[in-house]
C-alpha cells in the first residue's frame, strides 16, 4: 500500500531528523521544502512561500501516481496539509501525518540559537523568525496527527514514527474538508 508521509511542525522542532532517517529506513522517496525553496529573499511573502509548497505537494503527487509511497519535509502551516491529505485520498494512499514541536519553548529557542549560529547561514532560522511563523502556524487538532515531542529521546520518536507509518490501521480523525485552492494555503 503506497503511503504518504507528511512532517509538519515548526523549524527546530526534529522534522527534518526524523523525515531523513525514516525515508533512509525504508527507502522511500523525500521530499524537503528547503529543497524546492532554495535560497530564500529578504522578507518573502505568503505568495512565495504558497508557490513553494503547490511544487512540493506536486511532486508528491507525481511520485504517488507512480505507484509509490513518498515522505514530504515542510512546515505545513495551514491548509496545505488539507491538500495533502485530498492528494492522498485521490490516490488511495495511506495519509501519515505527523506533527512535530518542542513543548518547552527555552529549549526550543536555545536548539535554534544554537542551530544558527553553527550553520553560520543566512536562511537558517532564528528564534525571532520562528516566533513570528508561530503566529501564523494553524495548530494541529488532537487525534489528526501523530504528535512528537523533540525533548524525548529521538530514539524514543524514531520508533514511534515507524510504527505509526507502517501500521495498516492507525487511530487517527481524517482532517475537516475544506476548500482548497492549490497555492493558497495561508
Do not use: C
Amino acid at each position: 500500500m503506497k503511503t504518504l508521509v507528511i512532517f509538519s511542525g515548526l523549524p527546530g522542532t526534529g522534522k527534518s531528523t526524523l523525515a531523513n532517517r525514516l525515508a533512509r529506513e525504508l527507502r522511500i522517496p523525500l521530499l524537503r521544502i528547503d529543497d524546492v525553496v532554495g535560497e530564500i529573499p529578504e522578507n518573502p511573502g505568503v505568495e512565495f512561500w504558497d508557490s513553494k509548497v503547490a511544487i512540493l505537494l506536486g511532486l508528491a503527487e507525481a511520485q504517488l501516481e507512480l505507484g509509490l509511497s513518498v515522505i514530504i519535509d515542510s512546515v505545513f502551516m495551514n491548509t496545505d496539509r488539507h491538500h495533502a491529505q485530498h492528494i492522498a485520498r485521490e490516490h488511495h494512499a495511506s495519509f501519515r501525518p505527523i506533527y512535530t514541536y518542542v513543548s518547552e519553548d527555552k529549549i526550543w529557542e536555545e536548539r535554534v540559537t544554537i542551530r544558527f549560529n553553527e550553520l553560520n547561514h543566512p536562511d537558517a532560522a532564528t528564534w525571532e523568525r520562528i516566533r513570528q511563523q508561530r503566529g501564523h502556524f494553524r495548530e494541529w487538532k488532537p487525534d489528526t496527527a501523530l504528535f512528537i515531542d523533540a525533548l524525548d529521546p529521538v530514539e524514543e520518536n524514531h520508533a514511534k514514527v515507524i510504527d505509526f507509518v507502517l501500521s495498516e490501521d492507525v487511530n487517527i480523525q481524517p482532517l475537516e474538508d475544506v476548500p482548497l485552492s492549490a497555492g493558497n494555503y495561508h
